[in-house]
């Protein structure tokens, strides 16, 4: 398995960014997909995380009502949809894939390379 980010960029703040996340290999649909962000000098932190039927989603509490996250069992890819961006979004968001959501940012599952994100004010 192996993941690719894609999405990022430079956003004013209150703008609206969708990332995505596509999957390699046949197991997708029996994975659960969450979101992840780094700031430099910081621990990377749990964004969003969605099971593998998209049935559950889980939101870090500073995200919540700003950001979605959604899947496309079809096309092997999961999203977060970001409104109402902060300046302190600002952060390289990764992915990661394991068969269930973690909020720890482990050694476990499998994790895209990041895309940066960056919201001005």
């Known amino acids: 398995v192996q993941l690719t980010e894609s999405g990022g960029g430079l956003v004013q703040a209150g703008g609206s960014l969708r990332l995505s996340c596509l999957s390699s290999?046949?197991?997708?649909?029996?994975?659960?997909m969450s979101w992840f962000r780094q700031v430099p000098g910081k621990e990377r932190e749990f964004v969003a995380g969605?099971?593998?039927?998209?049935?559950?989603?889980y939101y870090a509490d500073s995200v919540k009502g700003r950001f979605t996250i959604s899947r496309d069992n079809a096309k092997n890819t999961a999203y977060l949809q970001m409104d109402n961006l902060k300046p302190e979004d600002t952060a390289v968001y990764y992915c990661?894939?394991?068969?269930?959501?973690?909020?720890?940012?482990?050694?476990?599952?499998?994790w895209g390379q990041g895309t940066q994100v960056t919201v001005s004010s």
């Open positions: 990661r894939t394991d068969y269930w959501v973690s909020q720890v940012a482990d050694g476990a599952g499998v």
């Open positions: 290999g046949d197991t997708f649909s029996a994975r659960a």
């Open positions: 969605i099971n593998f039927n998209a049935e559950k989603t």
